[in-house]
């Protein structure tokens, strides 16, 4: 048995139901992979209620990123019984993703279970957690000390902006946490983060620069939010950015880039070097500790996927959702 949410396409609306597959339905690849877990990112969320033209493909299994064991294997790289973790390579969008019980897949994409993970706690930390990472590292590879100043998170209470909060706690940074849901300052603060600031407050039209007070940010918004941040950024400032849920438009003036020396360091998690991506597992498993992991994380099923893809569209998840096939 191979079951697996399948995404089809009637009437241009986009259907989504459980049913099992065949192997022979399965897509080309040179490894099949038994999935333990995947889990639920806004990507997916556009893609299983089709309020955004993500999936390039019908039908579709989707599900960005997956963690499990090879089945089998034609790569001498990757033998039966091992653990391998995949994100990014718009599988859930091109090709079929993690939402099934087994995918046949190219091993290209895959990289090993970084030692001291779980794969259920590779994917609480997923394609989100692996952002996450992408984006501290960029903050710290362009010189970003604790010392610096505080670094403001957008976005603080989703996937990303909650295991970036705990990820720069972490590593010694003041962090402030922005967050529009007005129960998450207990959340927030559990996660490591210093003082948390409603939403409200970076909605504002922005100047073309305000009072600095950021030495650092992670906006998982963006739009006018990180409009704002770009505005409040100290001298020799660094904004990671990504994901503009919110917009893609950014309405401000080159002035904090000049006056302020403002550097916007854009992340992407989808086609990553096989080393910066082995690099960047490895620091997770070392630095996100297993109670942060449990805390950020609700498992469902994949009956249950439509219902909470339809929630995070709305705004109403928080944390980190998990999908185990298995169920």
């Known amino acids: 048995m191979n079951k697996a949410l399948v995404l089809e396409q009637e009437d241009k609306k986009t259907l989504a139901g459980v049913r099992e597959l065949s192997m022979d339905e399965l897509p080309e690849g040179d490894v099949l992979v038994n999935i333990d877990f995947s889990s639920l990112n806004f990507k997916d969320g556009l893609a299983v209620t089709g309020a955004g033209k993500i999936v390039h493909q019908f039908p579709m299994v989707p599900g960005i990123d997956l963690a499990g064991t090879v089945a089998e294997s034609d790569n001498p790289d990757y033998k039966p019984g091992d653990p391998v973790v995949l994100t990014g390579w718009s599988v859930g969008e091109r090709y079929w993703g993690g939402y099934a019980q087994q995918m046949r897949l190219q091993s290209k994409w895959l990289v090993p279970l970084a030692e001291g993970l779980t794969g259920r706690q590779a994917m609480i930390i997923g394609t989100a957690g692996l952002t996450s990472m992408l984006c501290v590292m960029r903050l710290q590879e362009g010189g970003l000390k604790p010392e610096d100043g505080p670094v403001v998170v957008t976005g603080a209470t989703g996937g990303v902006g909650s295991i970036v909060v705990a990820l720069l706690a972490r590593n010694g ?132 996927v439509p219902e909470y893809a339809q929630n995070i569209i709305e705004g109403k998840v928080r944390g980190r959702v998990l999908v185990n096939p298995n169920l």
């Open 173 to 304: 940074y003041e962090v402030v946490a922005v967050s529009g849901k007005a129960d998450s300052e207990d959340y927030l603060k559990q996660l490591g983060a210093s003082e948390v600031r409603t939403r409200s407050e970076f909605e504002e039209k922005a100047r073309p620069l305000d009072r600095a007070l950021w030495a650092g940010a992670v906006d998982t918004v963006g739009g006018d939010i990180l409009a704002k941040v770009l505005s409040q950024m100290k001298y020799d400032g660094r904004v990671a950015t990504v994901g503009l849920a919110a917009s893609h438009a950014l309405n401000t003036t080159v002035m904090p880039f000049i006056l302020r020396g403002v550097d916007l360091l854009g992340v992407d998690s989808v086609m990553i070097p096989y080393e910066r991506r082995v690099q960047a597992w490895k620091r997770l498993a070392e630095e996100l500790p297993e109670e942060i992991l449990d805390q950020v994380t609700e498992e469902v099923s994949l009956e249950q």
